[in-house]
């Protein structure tokens, strides 16, 4: 099972959390989380996998892969393969870049409901249930088309800054 | 006008990207927008603002949960994306304990309805995250439907959600377990049987027993499937149930090596591997093949395969170290391997090589290997020798003098922090192992003499465990000046109190040894100006004593005292020494400290004046010795009784005595404290450092008649320590010294207490029994005797307790899978009984659910009977096998008796033939 999914930039600045087994209750482990995590990952051409014990509890490790200005980090549990686990952020990663062509992190900063989407599909309730992009695509496309829909069907868009943008 | 100037979340991005430093400000400021803005009738401005809040609680972590009821709203707009909104919202930041979440429940059965299928999904998605006992038991019948759908991506999730229901709500077994393993047979959609593996890898994990009937589903897939995803979770699957059957790991090794070599997969490779070295380990052609397939994954370039090559190796190492053996080089060269995990992984495979021919070449090479390496990484390579070596006491080790100076060796490593582990190995191998104690003492005073020791704050837990080794067993040291100089040099004040304390201990000790030791001579060169006519009083004693000592086996020390004389000067000396160090201690602030000091300090007043006399030789000089001599033996006597391991339990053996009420509230102990604890404070003796070493014996044996302490408070002591055992530190130092603050006397209460002497004594020849027979068992050259006790040397952990939601799950689960017809009649009377106590109010609603849960499953099972059939007739056998284990439990009388109703059933439905095979596996498989 995976147990969580966080997404950061190399300065330890969340990009996107998820956690499966709602376990960081506090504000402070949050924190310390992003703080610790970035020095704990390592210098290049190194192994990418991490004991977590410590932080998410038993029988749990971490997996962290590197694009550019981010982080993406799963946490799992020994349900799940270590290579595996490599490939489905791979698999995210090469969503997220068909997605929003030529991912970068302006993108993943400003589609924060968008990302939430795309990993949805790929990860329900801490199981791998999709491993294609081009399935994820399929749906997330379907919900992006129910959105407009619905906004058209509603009033015109009310706010300044939506009115500004258009 | 209010949702005109609304913020939109990308405006607070923008806001959040452009605040340099006040961004708590600037979130702050947001979040008192929100507040408002959430507010609205307006579902487009709430949704927003709920938007917006979500965004913060996930990157800055603001607190939600005041919002969950507005959450709940927005799921309940029918507009798809403020739904969309809500849902995120609620599955961001409710727990199961949010007060407001049994609201949704209406909410989400209406989605699980609807006709739009991405509505489906967000309502499952949010089931599968938040879903507590109420809510699974509610929207099982949906869940259950869904299963069923045309629609594959909604059919997946229901899937996938299956599990949260098993999870909290585990009767849901009865309802939807049928249709998840029809799910397996879904050959023509992948999806769905990676769903359904998926899921059932989980279920595995947790209790795989349950799930061998269904073996033969997963060997199909495991040969038939050709997605990497699927065969990994098979291969999880049959990691969990090969061990339970051994059939089944004869059948599964072919297609797993099979795989194994054709895989492109590096990913499933591993897997295939790590199943293999895990559950299939005695199976030597495929450890061997496996074998091939690590190497290849150690000399690869990526680091990550270096890893998992070697984490595998560690995964056959207790079984099959001739993989290991085969890659020791590389083992041995990955410790100076940049990559930190690609090191720890073959530091432990180095110490699964470890053996007793080894251990020195090993640890020599690992120490050498820890000076040179960093300080973080130093300490893991001399914890891990710590633990290994210390491993089921003191196993491997066979020369346990090269152990102690290794440990020696150890504590002056640059890096070092393993001070409270080396300090508990050092006085443990000193009690345990009686032949290498002048070693120890070597090694303790090499560490007490060196002044540049004294500053490393890290290295003050070995230095309070070599003084006080040094002051225990001070027969074995060579110059006793030299130990007491060194114990009472000017640096001590860099230690902490507790550990000058035990500094200014030993070196108590030590005077008394050697006051003792110059007396004796002293009445012995007497004895032989004298010559035989006049046999001295202290002579004699001095005879006695030694005779006495000599059975504690100190043969060697007293020879050893012989060699170097200790000199009137150096008496002199010694007790000078003492006023100028431990003289300005009796004022210390620390208690201990004080009260040592001014023990010793006492002590040197009252023996000065005779000793200072007996230095001189006078007539009255033979008196005043045998007065000084009295007075040293009667503390040589207190220091030089041995202590002990004590059993753990030793303590619950010593019986009660009569008359003592032990089930008594613990109030009673402030009354007899508060009269006992000002008058012990009072008094200043030597009985204070007794206290401290915890020797029993003098006090029993010499000083019955003085008083003794009420038998209620030791008792009542004895009592807390038997109910609270947890608290009290687990070392035998630590019981035996326990024990002396029991038995301590408080000196000026005059009570009867033969029970209390009783109760020692008791113990002590307990304790005695506990070791002595194997201590007297003979002397092996090679390894000297390590004490062990039968029983006690680890605390006894109490049996863990079974969970309770498991079981039920797995109970449930394993019902279904008998697929007997009496399924039915339990259900609905569970359900009833469910629905009676836990919800008063439903329990009528929740019936007639399950009721129709149970049409629909029976419409299914009458179109699918077959497998059902067959199932039921394994499941017949697996019970057979499953007996044993039921007569184990106990309070579960009622659903045993369930089964046993079912096993009488069937056993009359099956040829005896079927039942005599008490396997669980069916005869398709093998």
């Not at chain 2, 000067?569 to 003289?583: K, W, Y």
């Not at chain 2, 001014?598 to 006399?613: A, C, H, Q, W, Y």
């Amino acid at each position: 099972m995976i147990k969580a999914v966080m997404v950061m930039n190399t300065q330890g600045k969340p990009r996107l959390t998820k956690f499966y087994e709602f376990l960081v209750r506090k504000r402070q482990t949050q924190f310390s989380l992003f703080f610790f995590l970035p020095c704990l990952i390592r210098a290049e051409n190194v192994s990418n996998f991490m004991e977590a014990d410590s932080i998410f509890g038993p029988d749990s490790r971490l997996v962290y892969k590197h694009y550019a200005t981010l982080y993406f980090v799963f946490v799992f549990d020994s349900s799940e393969n270590e290579l595996a686990m490599l490939d489905l952020i791979q698999v995210f990663v090469e969503t997220l870049d068909k997605c929003f062509r030529n991912v970068c992190e302006l993108d993943i900063v400003f589609n924060y409901s968008k990302l939430h989407t795309i990993l949805d599909e790929i990860i329900f309730g801490g199981q791998v249930l999709e491993t294609s992009s081009a399935e994820v695509m399929k749906v997330v496309e379907e919900i992006s088309r129910q959105e407009s829909a619905s906004n058209s069907i509603g009033l015109v868009t009310k706010t300044v800054s939506g009115w500004r943008n258009r | 006008m209010d949702s005109l100037f609304q913020r939109s979340l990308d405006d607070i991005i923008k806001g959040l990207r452009h605040q340099q430093a006040g961004e708590s400000a600037f979130v702050s400021k947001v979040l008192e927008e929100v507040r408002r803005e959430i507010k609205s009738t307006d579902s487009h401005t709430k949704s927003t603002a709920l938007q917006k809040l979500t965004y913060l609680h996930s990157i800055c972590f603001v607190d939600m949960s005041w919002a969950a009821f507005h959450a709940i709203e927005c799921i309940s707009y029918p507009n798809f994306t403020h739904k969309k909104v809500g849902y995120l919202a609620i599955s961001q930041s409710f727990q199961e304990s949010t007060p407001v979440i049994l609201l949704i429940s209406n909410q989400l059965r209406k989605d699980l309805k609807s006709n739009v299928e991405v509505e489906v999904s967000l309502a499952l998605e949010c089931l599968s995250r938040i879903g507590n006992l109420d809510l699974c038991r509610d929207l099982t019948p949906e869940v259950f439907t869904l299963m069923a759908s045309s629609r594959i991506p909604v059919r997946k999730k229901a899937i996938g959600v299956v599990l949260r229901l098993f999870g909290k709500y585990p009767d849901a077994v009865r309802v939807c377990f049928k249709r998840l393993v029809e799910s397996l047979e879904s050959s023509d959609s992948p999806p769905i049987v990676s769903a359904v593996i998926g899921v059932f890898c989980e279920l595995a994990s947790k209790d795989p027993k349950a799930y061998l009937p269904l073996a033969p589903e997963f060997y199909k897939i495991l040969v038939d499937s050709r997605n990497n995803w699927v065969l990994i979770k098979v291969l999880k699957i049959f990691t969990k149930l090969a061990p339970l059957e051994p059939r089944l790991a004869k059948k599964i090794v072919e297609p797993i090596c099979e795989l194994m070599s054709k895989t492109g997969a590096k990913s499933l490779m591993f897997e295939c591997i790590r199943t293999i070295l895990t559950s299939l380990a005695e199976h030597e052609s495929a450890v061997k093949l496996a074998a091939g397939r690590i190497n290849e994954l150690l000399i690869d370039e990526d680091p990550n395969l270096r890893y998992l090559g070697l984490h595998a190796l560690a995964i056959v190492a207790p079984k099959h170290i001739w993989a290991v053996l085969e890659n020791k080089e590389f083992v041995i060269k990955s410790l100076s391997d940049p990559d930190p995990n690609i090191k720890l992984e073959s530091l432990r495979l180095v110490m699964e090589m470890v053996s007793e021919s080894n251990v020195v070449e090993i640890c020599r090479v690992l120490v050498n290997y820890a000076t040179k390496s960093e300080p973080e990484f130093c300490n893991v390579i001399l914890g891990s020798i710590l633990s290994t070596c210390s491993n089921n006491v003191y196993e491997i080790i066979v020369d346990f003098d090269w152990y102690v100076s290794l440990l020696g060796e150890m504590s002056r490593i640059q890096h070092c922090q393993k001070g409270e582990e080396i300090e508990n190995q050092l006085i443990d191998i000193g009690m345990r192992v009686q032949d290498v104690r002048p070693e120890l003492v070597r090694v303790g005073r090499d560490l007490l003499m060196d002044p540049a020791l004294l500053g490393n704050p890290f290295l003050h837990r070995i230095l309070s465990a070599a003084a006080w080794l040094c002051g225990e067993y001070v027969e074995f040291i060579r110059n006793p000046v030299e130990l007491m100089e060194s114990l009472l040099q000017p640096r001590t004040s860099l230690l902490p109190p507790s550990v000058r304390a035990v500094y200014l201990e030993s070196a108590f000790k030590a005077l008394v040894f050697c006051l003792h030791s110059y007396l004796k001579s002293a009445t012995s060169s007497d004895h032989s100006a004298l010559g035989l006519s006049d046999p001295g009083v202290s002579s004699q004693s001095y005879d006695e004593f030694s005779g006495a000592h000599g059975e504690n086996g100190e043969a060697s020390g007293t020879t050893l005292i012989q060699e170097n004389h200790i000199t009137p000067d150096s008496v002199l000396h010694l007790l000078n020494l003492i006023d100028m160090a431990v003289g300005p201690l009796s004022g210390s602030y620390d208690v201990e400290i004080q009260e040592r000091a001014r023990n010793i300090l006492g002590f040197t007043e009252l023996i000065k004046p005779v000793l200072s006399d007996s230095l001189h030789p006078q007539d009255e000089r033979h008196k005043q010795q045998v007065e000084a001599s009295k007075m040293v033996r009667l503390l040589h006597d207190t220091f030089s009784d041995e202590l002990g391991p004590v059993s753990m339990s030793a303590q619950g053996r010593v019986p009660v005595p009569d008359g003592l009420v032990l089930h008594e509230n613990l109030a009673d102990l402030e009354a007899v404290c508060g009269s006992s604890l000002p008058a012990s404070s009072a008094t200043i003796s030597f009985e204070g450092s007794h206290n401290v070493e915890g020797a029993t014996s003098i006090f029993i044996s010499d000083q019955k008649e003085e008083s003794e302490p009420s038998s209620e408070s030791t008792s009542l002591l004895a009592e807390h320590r038997k109910r609270h055992g947890l608290y009290y530190l687990p070392s035998e130092k630590n019981t035996e010294h326990h024990e002396a603050n029991n038995d301590y006397p408080p000196a000026n209460e005059l009570k009867s207490g033969v029970t209390v002497s009783n109760d020692a004594q008791d113990l002590a020849k307990l304790a005695e029994q506990s070791f002595l027979p194997k201590r007297k068992s003979k002397q092996v050259k090679a390894r000297p005797v390590v004490v062990k006790l039968d029983e006690g040397d680890v605390l006894p952990i109490s049996s863990k307790i079974p969970q309770a939601k498991d079981d039920s799950l797995s109970e449930a689960v394993r019902d279904v899978l008998l697929g007997n017809e009496a399924d039915a009649d339990t259900l609905t009377q569970k359900a009833a009984a469910d629905s009676v106590i836990r919800k008063k109010g439903k329990e009528k609603l929740n019936a007639k659910e399950q009721e129709d849960d149970l049409d629909h499953m029976d419409s299914q099972s009458g179109t699918v009977q077959n497998p059902v059939k067959e199932r039921s007739k394994r499941s017949s056998r697996k019970q057979n096998a499953d007996e044993g284990d039921h007569g184990g439990d106990k309070g579960k009388q009622k659903r045993r008796h369930r089964h046993g109703k079912h096993r009488t059933r069937e056993g009359v439905q099956n040829p005896p033939a079927n039942v005599i095979s008490q396997t669980p596996v069916p005869d398709l498989l093998l």
